[in-house]
């Protein structure tokens, strides 16, 4: 045994316990063929005559080069290969305390195609390699560590302990494949790289726990607890550059760009924190039907500060087939890491009143230069109400139904905004100092949600024959909207155009509308000593786009959708199951895009 609670009052045994685990994911293709031009621009202000004569010149080219429409983007999932192993084990010390352990290790190779660059997009393509642009392609070669150590057991007074060590490591580094630093050109030509480093990020945390818990009730059948824990955590950050190639601009007279930068040495970051924590939990019963919890945790952040947290719920036993329950707490999360530190650049080029120069496009750091220049306060952290409510029925012997409905408010949400740039008087004005950069965005604070919904689950179980048919009917019912102001940069006015900037439309679209708002599964279980099928419906509910533009990228709603899954077991032996089966049998997709407008000129049409 490793984890949960200790064997006690009777022998524990030493285990040790391996898993291994592998799975591959290819490439799902989901595009379209593409319809817009590959070698020509056609100019914004062209006239009809000219904009088909441009087409019909570039469709001439498309043929003598045989260019194919209907490879150039998967538009679907990238390929992964999943590898890991897990390692348990548990140690008995005597009769009233044991050792426990976890090793893991995950590597999750992948590959995802980045978006075509096309040969009309002259300043980004070296001709010499890439006569008929290039498909990027993006490679991550993550790798996650984890080991979890203890010791655990009860004293003589009935005090149950755990001292707990736990460390994991994330590493992610990243490689642009089948692409070019077009500002090679001119120095390199054909021996121009087409594969590059782009450097490497790495989260690491340590977690050390102390745990006390005991039962208070001497009455047999009443619930009586106390717990009571600290606890002590260090988190690193590291952003490692890529390749000098991979970001460097060898053009000095910006005729061409970065097609994809990677990280540079002005994004490396080395940074950590400590977090310190205790908290306090007491459940009792009152007089056999009334069922009380209260809870309190404190958390002091060594970059951030201290937050009191606390919550209490209750059950009360209506009788034995009905409960109700209830719950209410504040919440509070804390600026991870990378919100704080993380940063990237593109480096590409401008046209100002046809004078073409080097320029920057930057998702700064928070506490950066031109982060302060924008007057972006220092990121505060998301603090959270929840209200919950529901009930607990039997209905019968064989069913169980539980209801729960629930209201949560988040204030002060962080989100990435969109790129104030140089088109706005106002950020010319503070991007001054700041001469390369013409476009910044940033981690900020700056909307408020709430969500509200419903759970409903049934729960059936019926012996027939020497068989069990297990059902269940479950449904999620939810909505999330944003309240009050959505928060401006503090050197720039709060009206529409840089509050749409900082969180448009289009992202609040995805953030009310992304997300199905109902689903609901029904399943059926079939068992048998050794033979058992299971059937899943699930029913996906509407889901929507809003764009920034409605008046050039029209909004778009999608329809519910039902995936039917299908699996067979077989149990031969106690200690081997078989299982076979497939998702969404029936091959269900989703609505195609409907407007032609919206699919990237034919490429997405999901």
């Known amino acids: 045994r490793a984890g949960g609670e200790p064997m006690l009052g009777r022998v524990a045994r030493t285990l040790l316990n391996f898993c291994a685990d592998f799975r591959f994911n290819d490439y799902t293709y989901r595009g379209g063929t593409y319809t817009g031009t590959v070698y020509k621009n056609i100019p914004n202000n062209a006239t009809p005559t000219a904009a088909a004569k441009l087409k019909a010149e570039d469709d001439s080219l498309v043929r ?17 290969t999943r590898i890991g192993a897990l390692l348990n084990g548990g140690y008995p010390i005597g009769k009233k305390a044991e050792l426990f352990w976890t090793a893991a290790v995950n590597s999750r190779p992948s590959r995802a195609n980045a978006g075509y660059t096309y040969p009309k997009n002259a300043n980004r393509i070296n001709p010499l390699l890439f006569p008929n642009g290039f498909l990027s392609i993006t490679r991550h070669k993550p790798i996650d560590i984890s080991g979890i150590a203890g010791v655990k057991g009860e004293t003589a007074n009935g005090w149950r302990w755990e001292l707990t060590s736990a460390y994991g490591n994330s590493t992610d580094k990243y490689y642009q494949d089948n692409t070019n630093n077009a500002t090679q050109f001119y120095t390199l030509g054909k021996d121009a790289p087409t594969s590059f480093d782009l450097g490497t990020l790495t989260y690491g945390q340590l977690t050390n726990n102390l745990q006390f818990s005991k039962s208070l009730s001497s009455e047999p059948g009443r619930s009586s607890n106390i717990s009571m824990g600290a606890e002590w955590r260090f988190e690193h950050y590291r952003i490692l550059p890529g390749e000098e190639s991979g970001y460097t601009n060898y053009d000095s007279l910006a005729r061409k760009q970065v097609a994809y930068g990677g990280w540079s040495p002005d994004n490396a970051v080395n940074n950590s924190r400590n977090v310190g924590s205790a908290y306090i939990d007491f459940e009792t019963e009152i007089a056999r039907r009334f069922l009380v919890d209260m809870a309190a945790r404190y958390e002091n952040y ?10 209490i719920a209750a059950r009360y036993k209506l009788s034995d087939a009905l409960s109700i329950r209830g719950s209410v707490n504040n919440g509070f999360r804390a600026p991870s890491v990378p919100q704080r530190y993380y940063s990237t650049t593109n480096r590409g080029l401008s046209n100002i009143r046809g004078v073409i120069s080097a320029s920057i496009s930057a998702l700064f750091r928070n506490d950066s230069p031109v982060a302060q220049a924008f007057g972006i306060p220092n990121l505060d952290a998301e603090r959270s109400v929840n209200v919950s409510g529901g009930i607990t029925a039997s209905l019968g012997k064989t069913i169980r139904m539980t209801v729960d409905a629930y209201w949560i408010q988040i204030k002060n949400r962080i989100v990435n905004s969109g790129g104030f740039d140089t088109t706005n008087r ?6 001054r100092p700041f001469p390369e ?7 900020v604070n700056a909307i408020n949600k709430k969500n509200k919904g419903v759970d409903i689950v049934l729960n059936g179980n019926w012996k027939i024959k020497k068989a069990n048919l297990l ?14 102001d959505i928060k401006a940069a503090g050197k720039l006015a709060p009206d529409s155009i840089n509050t749409n900037i900082l969180f448009n439309r289009e992202a609040r679209g995805r953030l009310e509308h992304g997300q199905p708002d109902s689903k609901i599964v029904f399943s059926l279980n079939y068992k048998t000593n050794k033979f058992g099928v299971l059937v899943r419906n699930t029913r996906f509910g509407e889901t929507g786009t809003r764009f920034k533009d409605p008046d050039f990228n029209p909004d778009e709603n999608f329809s519910p959708k039902i995936l039917t899954d299908l699996s067979f ?5 106690s200690w081997l199951t078989i299982t076979a089966g497939a998702n969404n049998i029936l091959d269900v997709y989703p609505d195609p895009i409907q407007d032609i407008r919206n699919t990237s000129e034919g490429v997405n049409i999901y």
């Open 64 to 80: 003598v080069n045989n260019f194919d429409r209907t490879k150039l983007s998967n538009a679907g999932s990238p390929k992964i």
């Open 302 to 311: 060594s970059d951030f500060g201290g937050n009191l947290a606390g919550k």
């Open 426 to 431: 106002a950020v010319k004005e503070i991007l």
């Open 437 to 443: 950069v013409t476009s910044a965005s940033f981690y």
């Open 471 to 484: 059902a269940t009917l479950a449904g999620n019912f939810t909505q999330t909207r944003l309240f009050g």
């Open 569 to 573: 077991s077989y149990t031969p032996k």
